[in-house]
């Protein structure tokens, strides 16, 4: 169920991902939250050496910060993130993107629309995976 501000607009989107993620007990996590992003989910890990050092990191990052909620697990945390499959890490980039463009999409996408990119460039803060 997404949830609606005051001000009449979603803040956060209910998501399933197409593979999971697998904990430490072999349990599998799908479903989650994601929120909105603030200026400061894109601007902060721009600091963080691991981006200086591997500006594709800023995805891992940026995905920590804004999912709210997987599964049962107690916290959402880079090292999570990390351990998603790769069309895991996609799903959520082109969510994240879709949430937080300037338009605001009808309903909830089944599934997101892939935004267009070239040469290494940004779409929504987050470098599009195999271009950074």
């Known amino acids: 169920m997404d949830r609606i501000s005051a001000a ?19 349990l599998l996590h799908k479903r989650g939250v994601m929120r909105l992003a603030t200026a400061a989910d894109e601007i902060l890990p721009l600091r963080d050496p691991r981006v ?8 891992v ?7 709210t909620r ?16 790769a069309c895991d890490i996609e799903y959520l980039r082109q ?18 629309v892939a935004a267009a990119s070239s040469n290494g460039r940004t779409v929504g803060g987050m470098p599009v995976l195999g271009e950074a």
Not at 52 to 59: D, E, F, I, K, V
Not at 61 to 67: D, G, M, Q, S
Not at 70 to 85: K, Y
């Open 70 to 85: 997987l599964g049962n697990m107690p916290h959402v945390d880079t090292a999570l993130v990390e351990g998603l499959f």
């Open 52 to 59: 200086q050092s591997n500006p594709a990191y800023l995805t």
């Open 95 to 112: 969510l994240y993107e879709d949430i937080n463009s300037a338009e605001e999409p009808d309903g909830v996408p089944a599934a997101p």
């Open 8 to 26: 009449g607009f979603r803040t956060e989107v209910d998501f399933t991902l197409p593979k999971g993620y697998i904990d430490e007990t072999g």
């Open 61 to 67: 990052i940026i995905l920590a910060r804004v999912i």
